[in-house]
């Protein structure tokens, strides 16, 4: 795998000891990224989140037993596993900022970077996008549907970004360095405890940068050796350590 | 020269090689690639002028305020408002597909009349003349004509208690809330004024009892950025939080520690932290302080509330020395579900708030004065929570109330939404002529005769005024963010045209004109805009805000109005009396198991089912298929025989309800924890049919010496199917 290294690298750090599992950020995402609902979605096989909420447990018995919950965006890995399976260079983590691309007009269905992502960021269309009567009409303007047989998954909601280094060209401002506020995805922005933090790994002037020094600061699977730019923070052990799948035998 | 084989090889190799050099099969392979994906009748994006407009999103019972982003005037996507301090930017799970509602499946396309047993979509005229003769013939008769309303903090309640009142009607109920039961027990048992708040904002330390503050309970998403603001990523907590009750709910995943106490000894449980600060000379300037002393004292000593409870007392004591360690302690009851707590679980919340001083304290307990009311004939407020629905139905039910000749349905849903739904679905159903307002074809609607829906909550002019549980007054404006999809009437609006029509004078001609004599009267309040200066920080002196000069301006940007008055307190009673009587669980060992329902918003509301793009937050422990489940722990689940993914049976005393089970430690154990929001059996092909109804075996029983209706810690025996 092929390490990809920018002057900004977009990142979110995702305080666990925060989020209270509640859905906001799922459902803002499929908002604002057009993913047509499912009659079955129990049938997790079929449906498409590119956020996705986890429960973990630190399988104590009661009283001892705790929760906490994980949401799950794209890692945007700084040395992904999905770029270099795919055949027809559909994924690609070549822009500034780091966001691991989705080209789905180039993308053949066959589901490579699916097997290769070890963080299931990755879904297949199975079926066509079909919304109810009507719902069309709130598609959001700057991200197409996809059809079946074709891979997505998160992409910071690439499009805002888009459009923030726009208005930074426009207000004569640097397009690698505009204030935070301007690019925001989806799911930072909807999140009612504030667990999701959202900017510029490499800037100082951004709160992540901060929060990524914390001790408490960890990354999924991390000696994958994947470079997931998006952390996690939790004071509770336990989350830290499954954060990382250790085995049972194995000391932390 | 003729072309020989080799020349023709030549040529077709050479022509196939000199292809690759132009972009020919580079352009087709792009647009093969794009028309394989572009067929018709996947969706086109649609573009145009950008815009926001700020308003109220009415899918959670307290109402999130927010930006709706709109595209050349279609509204796309809730945005939460982050100028406004009801939401301060947050969403909750269902007001973020608020605008995708707007065209749910089981919109009601506009007025229609029951013929037989399907609807005939009518004129506004011919509905509003059928009504009219509906109604003339109830005028005068009280108990003719009742009307239920799930909107608690509107004042369309204002609209339509007053046109009932003028019609000479007094049965107005709102669905129940745990907003009306604590103001039964501040304004009647305690003898209180004003309504009950929780500075959450300015607290160190709050215990929640019962209370799913941080998922469903009061104004959520408020509660949740209360809660995020005093954690400070990376940084050491300013507050802690501390969860009491029977499920290691949502609420209590993030607090600090989570104390589990059976849904039926939450006010033994209050009671029993009282006694502490009892015992170390804490007490409360009222006449029944001695009574009540002598309550705690003897009958909620640690070891009593121990056999009550399940509770160690060491876990009691040490809880209430982080109570009196803390500076700003707070305490939050509640049930778990937000309805059918009681007033005792009330009573001793207060009461034990009281003790530690917490009255009108920054970070404590907040009497605020009651909402002002514009319409004159309307009922009062502390009169309109002061009526309870569930008594009221079973009483009908039983013969003991007159069934009404007319039932008017406003944002309801008591057919699915109310405890022991099937006999309360039956007292519903006998009423002769029922009139829904519901914007969607909801389980009440599909059992009325007449459908007059009102538009959803982004086409309309609607308002909140200080939902139970915020510990400021604040009041928000929703304006119509577009034209209503469907031909639908705001029900205000048509209460007033139809109140002109029957010469009924209810001072207004619209709701707008309503809403603004309403910010006209706050405006004389005084009070403020909440972007100057947060009106926690005004209340704990931090900050100081001006007046707002117009309210109804600044309402219309998306300002929420707060105001940080207090109402002081002239005749508190503690309502021992009361409470010794009704805080003792009294077991039932026919029904072994205590239900704790649990309220997601992400799977519905109380009047709301799940909107089809929150079905992806389910998780298959929750719903699979068509089967809904149900959580036990291990230790349940090994006294029952019940292994993971059985098929089991429910049963109440008053229904039964079917589940699959899943296991897990998140419950205590003689608890089954089941969902609410499923085994809807109207709404659409998204929702009808998947999992069974929770509020099927959700029992009423009455509170002794309160008489209040009490349906938490229902009760079931459980078996294999």
């Keep these: ?252 | 020269m003729g072309l020989d084989r080799r020349g023709f090889i030549h040529l077709i190799v050479g022509g196939a090689v000199g292809t690759l050099f132009t972009p020919i099969p580079w352009k087709f392979a792009d647009d093969l690639s794009i028309w394989t994906q572009n067929w018709p009748w996947i969706p086109r994006l649609k573009h145009g002028e950008e815009a926001r407009t700020a308003t109220i999103s009415k899918m959670c019972a307290a109402g999130c305020a927010v930006n709706i982003r709109t595209v050349g005037g279609r509204p796309v996507a809730a945005e939460g408002n982050p100028n406004n301090v009801l939401s301060q930017g947050g969403l909750c799970p269902l007001c973020a597909a608020g605008v995708q509602m707007m065209y749910s499946p089981s919109r009601l396309p506009g007025p229609m009349k029951r013929e037989n047993d399907s609807f005939k979509q009518i004129t506004w005229d011919e509905a509003a003349a059928l009504l009219a003769d509906k109604l003339n013939a109830t005028v005068g008769k009280d108990g003719k004509l009742a009307m239920i309303s799930g909107d608690e903090s509107g004042t369309i309640n204002e609209v339509l208690s007053g046109f009932a009142a003028a019609l000479g009607a007094t049965d107005y109920y709102l669905m129940p809330g745990d907003g009306q039961t604590s103001s039964r027990v501040w304004t009647g048992l305690m003898g209180g004024e004003g309504q009950i708040g929780f500075d959450l904002e300015n607290a160190d330390l709050t215990l929640f009892i019962g209370a799913d503050a941080l998922e469903s309970w009061g104004p959520t998403v408020r509660n949740q950025k209360a809660f995020s603001a005093s954690r400070p990523g990376g940084e050491k907590p300013k507050a802690s939080y501390i969860y009491a009750g029977p499920v290691q709910t949502r609420t209590a995943a993030v607090s600090d520690a989570w104390v589990p106490v059976l849904p039926e000894g939450l006010a033994s449980f209050t009671l029993g932290l009282c006694y502490f600060l009892v015992k170390n000379g804490a007490s409360v300037d009222t006449r029944d302080f001695d009574s009540f002393k002598n309550l705690v004292m003897s009958h909620y000593t640690p070891d009593k509330v121990e056999k009550l409870v399940g509770l160690k007392p060491d876990t009691l004591q040490d809880l209430s020395r982080k109570l009196a360690q803390a500076k700003r302690p707070l305490v939050v009851v509640g049930s778990e579900f937000g309805q059918g707590g009681g007033q005792a679980l009330q009573a001793a919340g207060a009461a034990l708030n009281l003790l530690m001083g917490r009255l009108n304290q920054p970070g404590g307990m907040i009497a605020m004065p009651e909402a002002p009311k514009v319409v004159d004939a309307a009922l009062d407020r502390k009169d309109l929570l002061a009526k309870d629905l569930v008594s009221y139905l079973m009483n009908m039910e039983k013969g003991r109330a007159a069934t009404p000749d007319v039932l008017m349905v406003y944002e309801a849903n008591p057919v699915y939404a109310l405890p022991q739904s099937e006999a309360m679905a039956k007292a519903l159903a006998k009423i002769p002529f029922k009139v829904s307002f519901s914007t969607y074809m909801d389980e009440t609607a599909a059992l009325c005769d007449l459908l007059l829906p009102t538009p959803h909550s982004l086409e309309r002019f609607d308002d909140v005024y200080t939902p139970h549980g915020l510990g400021f007054s604040a009041w928000a404006l929703a304006k119509p963010v577009s034209k209503p999809a469907c031909d639908n009437l705001n029900s205000a609006d048509f209460t007033l045209k139809l109140a002109k029509a029957m010469n009924i004078d209810l001072g207004f001609e619209d709701f707008e004109s309503v809403l603004q004599a309403k910010a006209e009267q706050l405006g004389a309040m005084g009070g403020f805009f909440a972007d100057e200066a947060a009106p926690w920080d005004v209340r704990s002196g931090a900050a100081s805000a001006e007046a707002a000069s117009d309210v109804w301006d600044g309402a219309q940007e998306g300002k929420a109005w707060c105001s940080v008055a207090t109402v002081d307190q002239r005749a508190l009673r503690l309502g021992a009396e009361v409470l010794a009587k009704a805080a003792q669980p009294s077991p039932d060992v026919s029904y072994p198991l205590s239900v704790s329902p649990t309220l997601q918003l992400n799977v519905g509301s109380q009047k709301v089912a799940t909107p089809p793009q929150n079905l992806t937050t389910i998780r298959n422990t929750e719903l699979r298929g068509k089967a809904s489940f149900v959580q036990v722990c291990g230790q349940t689940a090994g006294k029952y025989g019940l292994s993971e993914g059985a098929m089991v049976k429910l049963t109440g005393p008053r229904g039964e309800c079917a589940a699959k089970v899943h296991i897990t430690e998140r419950v205590m154990p003689g608890v089954v924890e089941a969902p609410l929001g499923f085994g809807h059996s109207a709404w659409d092909a998204y929702t009808r049919g998947k999992g069974d109804n929770t509020y099927k075996i959700l029992s009423v029983t009455t509170e002794p010496g309160t008489g209040e209706t009490v349906w938490t810690g229902s009760k079931v025996k459980i078996a294999k199917i």
């Design chain 1, 1 to 252: 795998m092929t390490h990809h290294e920018f002057k900004v690298k977009w990142g979110m750090v995702i305080d666990l000891d925060k989020c209270t599992g509640c859905g906001a950020c799922m459902v803002a995402c499929q908002v604002e990224n057009n993913v047509a609902p499912m009659n079955d979605a129990s049938n997790k096989l079929r449906t498409l989140t590119w956020m996705l909420v986890y429960e973990l447990s630190n399988h104590k018995d009661f009283p001892e037993h705790e929760t906490a919950f994980l949401p799950r965006p794209c890692m945007q890995c700084g040395a992904p596993s999905c770029v270099p399976v795919c055949p027809v260079v559909a994924t690609d983590k070549n822009e500034e900022g780091g966001i691991v691309s989705q080209i789905y007009p180039r993308c053949i269905g066959c589901r490579y970077c699916m097997a290769a992502c070890p963080y299931h960021a990755r879904y297949f269309n199975w079926l066509d996008p079909v919304f109810p009567k009507g719902m069309d009409k709130t598609l959001t303007p700057e991200v197409s549907p996809r059809p079946r047989g074709v891979v997505e998954k998160c992409s910071f909601c690439h499009t805002r970004l888009n459009n923030a280094r726009q208005r930074a060209r426009a207000e004569d401002v640097d397009p690698l360095d505009f204030p935070v506020e301007w690019y925001q995805p989806a799911c930072a922005e909807a999140c009612p405890t504030g667990a999701i933090t959202f900017g510029d790994l490499n800037n100082p002037k951004h709160e992540v940068n901060r929060l990524i020094k914390s001790p408490y600061a960890f990354r999924l699977l991390e000696r994958l050796g994947t470079d997931p730019q998006v952390y996690y923070m939790s004071r509770r052990d336990w989350v830290r350590y499954q954060g990382d799948n250790h085995l049972a035998h194995e000391k932390h």
